[in-house]
Nanobody
Framework: VRLVESGGGLAQPGGSLTLSCRASGMIYRISAMHWYRQSPGKQRELVATRHRSGVINYADSVKGRFTISRDNTVLFLQMTSLLPEDTAVYYC?????????WGRGTQVTVST
């Protein structure tokens, strides 16, 4: 499974960005896909999960502001009302048959 993120960049506080994660390879039997983020000096944090069943979970810190969705082989993360503390490298990951696959990440910076 290969995952490639895109869509990161610079946004102002209160602004919006949409991240994309394109999956390729052996993508059948993926049971869940996730967005994580990691800020300098902090542990990687789970932001949102979309299970194959369609069940979706969010971290409390992004509920009501971020939306995870999928369109065929692309996983999206729509981010609104961005805060400076949302600044991080955002990673896409996928769970498949006991293995977890990761993309290389895309930088999101929220600043004036």
């Amino acid at each position: 499974v290969r995952l490639v993120e895109s869509g990161g960049g610079l946004a102002q506080p209160g602004g919006s960005l949409t991240l994309s994660c394109r999956a390729s390879g052996m993508i059948y039997r993926i049971s869940a896909m996730h967005w994580y983020r990691q800020s300098p000096g902090k542990q990687r944090e789970l932001v949102a999960t979309r299970h194959r069943s369609g069940v979706i979970n969010y971290a409390d810190s992004v509920k009501g502001r971020f939306t995870i969705s999928r369109d065929n082989t692309v996983l999206f993360l729509q981010m609104t009302s961005l805060l400076p503390e949302d600044t991080a490298v955002y990673y896409c990951s996928a769970d498949r048959e006991g293995n977890t696959y990761w993309g290389r990440g895309t930088q999101v910076t929220v600043s004036t």
